[in-house]
């Protein structure tokens, strides 16, 4: 029997729905008896790739929520290039990134019943970067500034760029605390600074120390950029001055400068 054209479209879309279905329910992945997470983590990557998306989630699922009971290493990792990679995923089987939103929903439920509410804000906040959803970020801390301004103070620098994002620079006034936030931006430069000095490879030394004075000048110049717009000029100078005696380049120079008149440094091209 010939189909006509409109009962192979449906066919077709049937198809794929028992697909998506079928690989919805029917993993049957368990994670092994002693797992590595780097290696379930490169596995997550390849299954996607391999169209086994229900194997894809389920390891993306298990690095979540296991990788740093085995190595905590992978704090950073598992809050950037595992996200990444789980939208990516979301991008070809919906599921992903329905799952994905009720791990960020569950953490921001945490951030707003507990005591201890830093990493499940870390959590809230890095899917929401990932799922380019940061104005949810800018809510839950606009929340917690009403309802809990202790735990908002200890959140705030995670909350901070998507309240950038949000032009809440009031807000972020109220929570800046100048010496601290540089301080803070000098230990992570000096430490990127001397990891860099470890490294036996030069390509691989200069590449760490470009990076290290890029994220320096985008900070510092933040910094001064929010001292401004929230009217404390002599502090932004002070900044400026100090951020200048550690690492006195054009291209600092050259952003301080536009801080100065309260404009931010660009994004970093990823």
Same mark, same amino acid.
């Given at each position: 029997m010939k189909l006509a054209p409109w009962q192979i479209g449906l066919l077709a879309i049937a198809i794929l729905i028992g697909c998506v279905l079928f690989s919805t329910f029917h993993t049957g992945w368990k994670p092994p008896q002693n797992p590595?997470?780097?290696e379930i983590f490169k596995e997550a990557k390849a299954d996607a790739a391999a169209g086994k998306y229900a194997d894809a989630l389920a390891k993306h699922v298990w690095f979540h929520q296991n990788a740093l009971k085995y190595d905590e290493g992978l704090y950073g990792v598992r809050l950037s290039y595992a996200l990444?990679?789980?939208?990516?995923?979301?991008a070809k089987y919906p599921p992903a990134?329905? !799952? @994905?939103?009720s791990i960020r929903d569950g953490a921001a439920e945490k951030v707003r019943v507990?005591?201890?509410?830093?990493?499940? =804000?870390?959590? =809230?906040?890095s899917i929401n970067e990932a799922l380019k959803e940061?104005?949810?970020t800018k809510d839950l801390f606009v929340w917690l500034d009403a309802t809990n301004p202790i735990a908002a103070k200890e959140v705030y620098d995670l909350a901070q760029p998507a @309240?950038?994002?949000? !032009?809440?620079?009031? @807000?972020c006034g109220k929570y800046i605390d100048m010496a601290k936030t540089f301080d803070q931006i000098l230990y992570r430069y000096n430490t990127a600074i001397?990891? #860099?000095?470890?490294?036996?490879?030069?390509?691989?030394?200069? #590449?760490?120390?470009?990076l290290a004075e890029q994220s320096y000048s985008e900070d510092s110049a933040t910094l001064v950029a929010l001292l401004v $717009?929230?009217?404390?000029?002599?502090? #932004?100078?002070?900044? #400026?001055?100090?951020? $200048?005696?550690? @690492?006195n380049k054009p291209e600092l120079k050259k952003e301080l400068e536009e801080a100065k008149k309260g404009q931010f440094p660009p994004p970093p091209i990823k």
């Open positions: 590595n997470p780097s990444d990679d789980w939208v990516e995923l979301g990134l329905k !799952k @994905l939103r507990g005591k201890d509410i830093r990493e499940p =804000f870390n959590d =809230f906040e940061n104005n949810q @309240l950038i994002q949000a !032009k809440e620079y009031k @807000l001397r990891v #860099a000095g470890d490294k036996q490879v030069v390509e691989q030394k200069q #590449a760490l120390i470009n $717009l929230n009217e404390r000029m002599g502090d #932004a100078n002070w900044v #400026a001055d100090e951020a $200048l005696k550690w @690492l």
